[in-house]
């Protein structure tokens, strides 16, 4: 497990997912969710996102989704 400080810039938060090697990632609140999204290609190894905080809480398939949850494909 490596952790992500909240206050991460989007860029700072793809860069510690990518060279870890993540393939879930726990996210608590839109705000991280969206900064997540922000970056989304570089989380090319992600297989799902687990959301805290979120209405519809639960386990994302790793698909780009609105924060509405309709899904699309990667």
Known sequence: MVPIYPAS???????VAEHCDAKV????GTAQ???I?????????????VTLGIAG?????AQ???LTAATTSR
Not at 37 to 49: K, L, N, Q, T
């Open 37 to 49: 999204f922000e970056e989304w290609p570089r989380y090319a190894g992600v297989a799902r996102i």
């Open 64 to 66: 780009k989704a609105s």
């Open 9 to 15: 810039t989007a860029g700072q938060a793809a860069y």
């Open 25 to 28: 990632l726990f996210v608590d």
């Open 33 to 35: 969710l969206q900064r």
């Open 57 to 61: 809480n639960g386990a994302l398939p």
